[in-house]
């Protein structure tokens, strides 16, 4: 298994500002996930982050607005940039471990 | 491309009743299907993990079954309790270690 943590566990923002998310994992991990869910809405991947290379970025997702740092196998930060409104989700970081995808707590942000 | 839907998108169920949710999916080359239990505000705890090969999986008073060729999955909840009220959500791998892709989850509450 894999037990995930993630900082900061909620946050309340200004629209123009930027929040960087942490995602901390206990073992080292090939691929980890960064997810969204919007309120009432179920989860949609925003990009895959891989250690030592640029992110995968899903359809609608663009690394200017959603910039993903991996420094190493344990570690990853999403920052959401040039907040508005529409940005008010949770976001939660993933990884797959022995077939099994573990979950972080998520983040919840509230844009104003 | 792979849709992957939940019905009903909620149920409520008196204490004690055995229930069924469904989740059905377009692409059926599946690599697995997880279920997940979201509690409101909480992340994503995984409860039962199908590979492709396989046709169900059992974990206490949940069974998973899994049809591929049809692109179904149901979840049974055998004497189902209050504790057991949250939001499932079925999701499917199309590669191993890749990307989940969620349905929209059914709530479900158990009444006391």
């Known amino acids: 298994s894999a037990v995930i943590s993630q900082k900061p566990s909620r946050d309340i923002c200004q629209r123009g500002t930027s929040l960087t998310i942490q995602c901390q994992v206990d073992s080292q991990v090939t691929m980890m996930f960064w997810y969204r869910q919007q309120p009432g809405q179920s989860l949609t991947l925003i990009a895959t982050a891989n250690q030592g290379s640029e992110a995968t970025y899903e359809s609608g997702f663009v690394i200017d607005k959603f910039p993903i740092s991996r420094p190493n196998l344990t570690f990853s930060t999403l920052t959401v940039s040039n907040m508005s409104p529409e940005d008010s989700s949770i976001y939660l970081c993933s990884v797959a471990a022995a077939e099994t995808q573990y979950f972080g707590p998520g983040t919840r942000l509230l844009v104003l | 491309k792979q849709e992957v839907t939940q019905i009903p998108a909620a149920l409520s169920v008196p204490e004690g009743e055995n229930l069924v949710l469904n989740c059905s999916f377009t692409?059926?080359?599946?690599?697995?299907l997880q279920w997940f239990r979201q509690d409101p505000g909480k992340g994503l705890t995984s409860l039962l993990l199908?590979?492709?090969?396989?046709r169900e999986q059992t974990s206490g008073r949940l069974n998973a079954s899994l049809d591929k060729s049809s692109g179904r999955s149901t979840l049974y909840i055998a004497a189902s309790q209050p504790g057991d009220s949250a939001t499932y959500l079925c999701?499917?791998?199309?590669?191993?270690?890749?990307?989940?892709?969620f349905g929209q989850g059914t709530e479900l509450s158990v009444k006391p």
């Open positions: 199908i590979q492709s090969s396989q």
């Open positions: 999701a499917v791998s199309n590669n191993q270690g890749g990307k989940l892709i």
């Open positions: 692409d059926s080359a599946i690599y697995n």
